[in-house]
């Protein structure tokens, strides 16, 4: 990262930066008004619709960006790519939010199978850091996730809530404490609920999500 380097997203000369200054300001969704919920994009940042009718169990989520180019590929460059220098453009990013008021950060966890597969969990990546510049503790192991789940992208939307249904198992105690869980994308926020779900069933006070993107409402 130290070498000179194009953009990953336009190609231009970006010095030890992911993407140049160009691109940095044009990134999708920044600075949207957004469902104070479920962070989908609203005219006037109103709970939308879906939220009214139906509460989710996690009480916020805050985002950076929407889940465009080149957001779309710049997560799979981390993830499936091990571009690891990727995961600090994020955390910049997302520090940008407000600071969280909170007791705990939980990164979403991933599958033992997943895990070994991958040889990272790409939440628990930006959790530590974020964590460390919010000034709370970071749980890393306190969240299992039982259930090595079917990929959430190759399912229609309807089908994945009941993909993650009972997925996770909570290890540590939380009763009381506000939770802020960190995950990389929110797209029907199926994961994100079922493990609010998870953590407010054994005593969790507020479950808030901050992730790096969000996908927008299908049009």
Not at 66 to 81: I, M, T
Not at 98 to 125: I, K, W, Y
Not at 133 to 160: C, E, H, I, Y
Request: with cysteine; hydrophobic share 45%.
């Amino acid at each position: 990262m130290l070498l000179p380097q194009e953009c990953f997203a336009c190609g231009a000369a970006s010095g030890g930066d992911v993407l140049c200054a160009a691109c940095s300001v044009d990134l999708p969704g920044r600075d949207e008004l957004r469902c104070p919920v479920c962070a989908i994009a609203q005219p006037r940042g109103e709970v939308c619709g879906a939220c009214l009718s139906h509460r989710p169990p996690f009480d916020a989520t805050l985002t950076a960006l929407d889940y465009a180019f080149p957001l779309d590929k710049l997560v799979q460059a981390l993830k499936y790519g091990h571009r690891l220098a990727i995961s600090r453009l994020f955390v910049e990013l997302m520090a940008g939010l407000p600071t969280p008021q909170a007791d705990l950060v939980v990164p979403m966890p991933l599958h033992p199978v997943r895990l070994r597969s991958r040889g990272f969990n790409q939440a628990a990546e930006l959790a530590r850091p974020l964590a460390k510049l919010w000034g709370l503790p970071v749980l890393l192991d306190g969240v299992v996730r039982d259930v090595d789940t079917s990929p959430q992208v190759d399912l229609p939307w309807k089908a994945r809530a009941a993909n993650v249904r009972g997925a996770f198992r909570v290890a540590r105690k939380v009763e009381g404490l506000r939770i802020v869980v960190v995950d990389d994308v929110m797209t029907t926020g199926a994961t994100l609920a079922e493990l609010a779900r998870t953590l407010k069933d054994v005593g969790a006070a507020r479950v808030e999500n901050r992730v790096v993107a969000r996908t927008p409402a299908p049009s």
